[in-house]
Nanobody, 116 residues
Framework: QVQLVESGGGLVQAGGSLRLSCAASGNILSINTMGWYRQGPGKQRALVAEFTSIGNTNYADSVKGRFTISRDNAKNTVALEMNSLKPEDTAVYYC??????????WGQGTQVTVSS
């Protein structure tokens, strides 16, 4: 299987920036998609940004133009650069992998809090 370890996150004022990073290990060749989800207070977990199986990127409408996902294939890492943060971006952010066998792997989650 795939194991995911996240880093980054924290507390930032509105308008600020944060960077999240996720390192994958294990059966790397089984990775189909890789990206980030988030779960805000009282909300369901939802996609933030991801790389598809063919290398395209998908972004939630709410983060387009503010967040950028990137990856380093040599290091098996994916990062999420978050700019112009808003209080509504406050959530636990999870790194996610969908494997070619349709297994969902999740990181432990990292808290992002944006103060107004």
């Amino acid at each position: 299987q795939v194991q995911l370890v996240e880093s980054g996150g924290g507390l930032v004022q509105a308008g600020g920036s944060l960077r999240l990073s996720c390192a994958a290990s294990g059966n790397i060749l089984s990775i189909n998609t890789m990206g980030w989800y988030r779960q805000g207070p009282g909300k369901q977990r939802a996609l933030v940004a991801e790389f598809t199986s063919i290398g395209n990127t998908n972004y939630a409408d709410s983060v387009k133009g503010r967040f950028t996902i990137s990856r380093d294939n040599a290091k098996n890492t994916v990062a999420l650069e978050m700019n112009s943060l808003k209080p509504e971006d406050t959530a636990v952010y999870y790194c996610h992998v969908l494997t070619k066998t349709l297994f969902n792997a999740w990181g432990q989650g990292t808290q992002v809090t944006v103060s107004s």
